[in-house]
């Protein structure tokens, strides 16, 4: 894990050094939330897809990165980069011993999926509207997701009003490592200066391949919220 986070950061001075002389450089943030969209090989019963449906839910989720742009005229702008993503779902509270008050066994549980990816996109914004300070685009585009970390966290409550946190690696399926996303949104770019532009981006995303490698009822992952950051020019 430690030497996944230093070589984005290498990649993260690097760019910066690129934009400053070359290119606009976009550092984002993706404040977002994140919800499982399930497909099945048909093998899983259809009460078991709509219980596990109901029980598993939205969680808040971010991103991070910075991103070089490539003007290729005054309409269109394609951005690549490298960002820092954690997505996920939640799975609802519930009761482990409802109708044997014990102190030592937890009464209900809460579990948290979290996975940590590397995200390189290729965007292309198309401005729609440019006026003086204020420009308005639309942006579409790929990107490659590479799995690093996926955690599972438990939150217990006992009987007594005390709770404990478990976090351990989820090993409940086989994760792919690489996968495919679509993203698409419409930005608001803001002049602040010859050098600084402010941008506000509601956007969404959508992994393609399914999270696991071979589970017969697979996920992809739905990201949406919004986008803001800073442009240097």
Do not use: C
């Not at 598993?56 to 070089?68: F, M, N, Q, V, Y």
């Not at 690093?148 to 351990?168: C, V």
């Not at 010859?194 to 992809?220: E, H, T």
Request: net charge positive; hydrophobic share 40%.
């Amino acid at each position: 894990m430690k030497y996944a986070y230093l070589i984005l950061l290498s990649i993260l001075i690097n760019l910066s050094v690129i934009g400053q002389s070359i290119f606009p450089l976009k550092a984002i943030f993706f404040p977002n939330i994140s919800q499982p969209i399930y497909k099945t090989d048909e093998s899983v019963p259809s009460p078991v897809v709509t219980t596990i449906k109901e029980r598993e839910i939205a969680k808040p989720s971010l991103s991070a990165g910075i991103l070089a742009g490539i003007p290729l005229n005054n309409n269109w702008t394609i951005y690549t980069g490298i960002n820092y993503m954690r997505t996920g779902y939640k799975y609802k509270e519930r009761n482990l011993r409802p109708a044997i008050p014990d102190p030592i066994i937890p009464e209900k549980i809460k579990t948290v999926y979290k996975s940590e990816n590397i995200e390189i996109p290729i965007h292309a914004n198309r401005y729609i509207f440019q006026k003086e300070k204020i420009g308005l685009y639309a942006m579409a585009g790929p990107s490659i997701w590479f799995n690093i970390s996926n955690k599972k966290i438990d939150r217990l409550t006992y009987i007594d009003g005390r709770t404990e946190k478990e976090k351990t690696d989820d090993l409940g399926m086989e994760f792919k490592t690489v996968n495919l996303t679509l993203s698409a949104g419409i930005g608001l770019e803001y002049k602040l200066s010859n050098k600084f532009d402010f941008f506000i981006q509601p956007m969404s995303q959508l992994s393609l391949l399914g999270i696991s490698i071979d589970a017969p009822l697979n996920r992809d992952i739905f990201n949406f919220g919004i986008a803001f950051g800073i442009i240097l020019k």
